[in-house]
């Protein structure tokens, strides 16, 4: 590991070259100063969830759903096992023909479903052999989806949502939008590109993105669309009286309700490509490529921002400990409190697209673009890193034995275990 092999510590290149989190400013490794971070305070009296809301938030509700982004419509990032207190080690590998940006999903008898920037949806093994693979016309960004009855859902930038029923049979596909141009870059090719969750809602309807919100009836069929002013990347969240909330490149963060009719929204001042994430009171926590976290109420006002050193484009995880858990593109992992003051920061070696998964102890996995795949303890310390051979922008994903999925720019998919076996003795 590179972290290890400087005899002399104090000498480097860049942040990759110092230990722990420390980063390097003219040569030399230093202690990072407290981040340019400051929060911003709403006035006026908070605006909590009505009553039948927060009580279905707060018994955590029926998910039916089986897998997705977030792991459930409230994207609140949690896994419900234990990142391994041990350093893994790289199991095995799957190559693709393409980047794997998508978060990994399993399904129920531990076959792991990702998707490529090579245009396939892949199913390989626990044991790492390909299973089956389903292509779709352009690039993958968007993460599965398994629905309760094992339908599998994956977008693409072919501007579709696919529907796979078990047994890898094709039962449909969803043409988003009617852009000029479906496959290839630029503005016109990517406007209707399907790279939003997809959501699965309580109610098992699907919500995605592209040149607005769409919510897509299980059979295939369309159920609404919501026009927006730019591009929308960010998988909607859903809640549980049905209200969906997205946000979209024209730098709105919009709430929706079951109608498809628009609740409120709320301006940030750039590109909203982070999901949002649903609070126990219904709080919802964005980022915004303006630098800044938000925690909007239940009706979108502005409880608190809190800004970071860069753009915010990976999703929050909420700890069970009660901190919003986020990376930024100035390379750090932000613990905020629900109160919106600082709690702890972990400085990576490069840009962190990864949105973190947390576990029950509050421990806390995420992916960086210094190749890295870092496990920090509640608190922030560090307690392992591993490297890869790419950006890794995927959100890891934990098996019940332990194992981490996490794909990388490298093209491959990556199983790493723990070398005694399952995870989760307590330390
Ligand atoms: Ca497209
Ligand atoms: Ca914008
Ligand atoms: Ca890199």
Redesign the pocket.
Known sequence: MSTCAHVEPTVCQSDKDCKLSRICERGHCVWATQPQSRTTAASGPPSVAPPAVLAALANGTAEPARAMFRFGPLHRGRSPYTIPTKKPTVAWTYLTGGPITSSPALLDDGTVLFGSHDGHLYAAGRDGMLRWSYPTT?IIFSSPAVGHDGTMYIGS???HLYAIGPGQKPLWSFQVGS?P????VGPD?????VDAGPTIGPDGVIYTGGDGIYAINPDGTLRWRFATGGHVSSAPAVLPDGMVVAGSQDDLIYAVGPDGIKRWDFRTGGDVESSPVVGEDGTIYVGSDDRKVYALGFDGSLRWAFTTGADVRASAALSPLGYVLVGAFDAQLYAIKLDGTLAWTFRTGDRIVSSALVDVKGAVLFGSQDDRVYALEADGRLRWSVELDGDVDSSPILAADGTIYVGSDDKKLYALRAPTGPAASAP
């Open positions: 352009d930038d072919d501007d852009c141009q479906r496959v290839g090719a990517s406007r209707c590109d």
